[in-house]
């Protein structure tokens, strides 16, 4: 089948952020173009990231510089994934998170108490903590050794998250060290899950015949759309090579250079 031609079906964009659309904080060329095009021709665009360091008002600050106006709703992110999950399933749950201020703001939005008492944790949650401590990483540690049965949450499984220079460590290198230590694995919620695509999805009302996800990682943005039943789009202006994904299990519906190439096909 030439996948191509459900471009043309597509009217849900779920995109990822860095590395598809911008670089560190450089935003791609064509990206102001692509958006405006999407939603001139009636479409929807949504920014669906891993990426749990930033809270969705730190991210519309962050686009705004980049000169792109976005709305709360505009988003999914990991965050909310995560608090989703936690809703239902760990309902007024005392949480521990090794994560940054933004991410415990969006967690105590969905309602949740954030506490550094150990004797009063419910659940750890992990995040891409750029506020990293060890002090962090040891009470993670105490809690995972001295209580076997505490739920242990992750909201991403990335091991890299990019940069302009190359990578930095991300929640799931993090929580390979944290194995290293309990021989525990978090449950991870975040792509390539297919949560937040089918959550973006029941927000808007689109079927996955009519969305798309669009990322450079193939081990969460293509598996987490393959997932969901979404046609995938893998961008190569990322972390994936064309050495990497010829080495891949997982195959996207679609290969692109760059997200350019959807604007391309929208003209």
Do not use: W
Not at 234 to 239: H, Q, R, Y
């Amino acid at each position: 089948m030439n996948y191509f031609d459900e471009l043309k079906n597509i009217k849900l964009y779920l995109f990822d952020m860095d590395g598809t659309l911008y670089l560190g904080d450089r935003l791609y060329d064509f990206t102001k173009e692509l958006l405006e095009t999407i939603r001139k021709s009636g479409g929807k665009y949504m920014f669906m990231t891993n990426n749990s360091s930033k809270s969705v008002n730190d991210y519309i600050k962050k686009l705004d510089k980049l000169g792109i106006k976005a709305e709360y709703g505009d988003f999914i992110t990991s965050s909310q994934a995560t608090s989703y999950y936690l809703e239902k399933y760990h309902k007024n749950a005392r949480l521990y998170v090794c994560g940054t201020e933004s991410l415990k703001e969006e967690l105590r939005r969905g309602g949740f108490t954030v506490t550094e008492d150990l004797n009063e944790v419910d659940v750890i949650v992990m995040g891409f903590d750029t506020e990293l401590t060890f002090k962090k990483l040891h009470d993670v540690s105490y809690m995972l050794l001295t209580r076997k049965d505490i739920p242990y949450i992750a909201t991403n499984p990335d091991y890299v998250c990019p940069t302009e220079f190359g990578s930095v460590p991300d929640c799931g290198s993090v929580c390979d060290m944290l194995y290293n230590v309990s021989k525990r694995r978090p449950i991870f919620i975040g792509k390539p899950e297919p949560l937040m695509p089918i959550l973006a999805m029941e927000k808007t009302g689109y079927t996955r015949e009519q969305t798309a996800v669009i990322g450079d990682r193939i081990y969460t943005d293509i598996k987490s759309g393959l997932n969901a039943g979404a046609l995938t789009i893998l961008v190569l202006s990322g972390e994936t090579t064309v050495d990497i994904l010829n080495s891949s299990k997982e195959k996207p519906h679609i290969v692109m250079q760059s997200a350019k190439e959807i604007l391309d096909s929208l003209k």
